[in-house]
């Protein structure tokens, strides 16, 4: 089972930019495709980006595409989310999670603690 531990949130201004990052435990990270989801107050959790195993192919919700990107480093067995042009609409608390699916919202590993950006207006 893969361990999970999320970082690099905080308080940020609209416009600006953060860059979260996911550090997994267990030899076994690059068998696992990888997601990145948020969840805000009161909202059902959204699925917001994917990368696939190597690296090679990732997804985007339309609600970020554009602005964010994910990327990982299976050296290091760690997956990141650069985030630019942050709206008050990303604030919530960020999770990482191995995916059966880059494409769909199927977290398939236990949830970390998450990590929390608060975009202002």
């Known amino acids: 089972q893969v361990q999970l531990v999320e970082s690099g949130g905080g308080l940020v201004q609209a416009g600006g930019s953060l860059t979260l990052s996911c550090a997994a435990s267990?030899?076994?990270?690059?068998?696992?495709?990888m997601g990145w989801f948020r969840q805000a107050p009161g909202k059902e959790r959204e699925f917001v980006a994917g990368?696939?195993?190597?690296?090679?192919?990732?997804y985007y919700a339309d609600s970020v595409k554009g602005r964010f990107t994910i990327s990982r480093d299976n050296a290091k067995n760690t997956v990141y989310l650069q985030m630019n042009s942050l709206k008050p609409e990303d604030t919530a608390v960020y999770y990482c999670?191995?995916?059966?699916?880059?494409?769909?919202?199927?977290?398939?590993?236990?949830w970390g603690q998450g990590t929390q950006v608060t975009v202002s207006s």
């Open positions: 999670n191995p995916v059966l699916s880059v494409v769909r919202d199927s977290p398939i590993g236990s």
């Open positions: 990368i696939s195993r190597s690296g090679g192919s990732t």
């Open positions: 267990g030899r076994t990270f690059s068998s696992y495709n």
